[in-house]
């Protein structure tokens, strides 16, 4: 097809896929230095950072969940649950509390110095995945493949918007339903629950003056990840 120069596939996405995502997120924090002797210093601080709901102006949104029974069209029920339609898209996660400790301590405020830290950092949602997921599944948005262009879909047709596997799509579509399609393709969903990704970073230096221009120092960094984002599968079937 491609030598001879005839259209081979035709791929068109009906329904709204660009209305805007909104959040709200407040936070505030909270530190301070504590002298506990001359030799010691602690530092001790608290944020807290609440993560609002995330959710679609006018709710077109179409979410595959995994616990909700109920049949999907002409394709009836199955194990991996139905769609949901509607806001919120992720609910909100309103308790997100950062700890955050700092010491040096300077025994005896002779040469050697030790020091250290941890913090926990809260990271909000990410949203370009999940403008690629509930804002293009159905029966929100309906994605039709065509392979054949024998009249009345002809290429012609299609580019003037006037071929019958549009106009139908797009009566499914402004239906809200599933029409006849017993195959949905790949569907890419999003945890309703999802956490928001933090990481936990913690250090311990010891530093040792051998001369007023010399010091050593020897350290130790690390973090852990925890809820981070990620794609996996959920269809064993």
């Known amino acids: 097809s491609f030598l001879a120069g005839q259209t081979a596939e035709y791929e068109q996405l009906f329904g709204p896929s660009t209305e805007p995502f909104r959040t709200r997120i407040f936070s505030t924090f909270a530190q301070d230095d504590w002298h506990i002797r001359p030799d010691l210093i602690i530092n001790l601080g608290l944020r807290w950072e609440y993560q609002g709901a995330i959710t679609v102006a006018g709710g077109k949104y179409s979410l595959l969940d995994l616990n909700l029974p109920g049949d999907i069209g002409a394709a009836g029920t199955g194990p991996l649950g139905s769609f949901k339609v509607g806001n919120p898209v992720i609910n909100k996660n309103p308790f997100n509390m950062a700890p955050r400790l700092g010491f040096a301590w300077n025994p005896r405020q002779g040469p050697l110095v030790v020091r250290g830290g941890y913090g926990i950092y809260y990271d909000t949602f990410y949203f370009t995945p999940l403008a690629d997921e509930g804002r293009t599944s159905p029966p929100v ?50 945890d309703p629950n999802m956490r928001n990704p933090y990481v936990q970073e913690y250090d311990l230096f010891v530093d040792y003056s051998v001369t007023k221009s010399l010091v050593v120092t020897a350290g130790y960094v690390g973090s852990k990840g925890t809820h981070l984002g990620a794609f996996v599968p959920v269809n064993n079937y």
Not at 152 to 159: F, G, H, K, M, V
Not at 174 to 181: I, L, N, V
């Open 141 to 190: 948005a309906v994605n039709g493949v065509l392979f054949n262009f024998a009249p009345p879909n002809t290429l012609d047709a299609l580019l003037a918007g006037t071929a019958p596997f549009q106009t139908q799509l797009e009566a499914q579509q402004a239906s809200g339903g599933f029409g006849s399609s017993k195959n949905f393709g790949n569907i890419t969903t999003t």
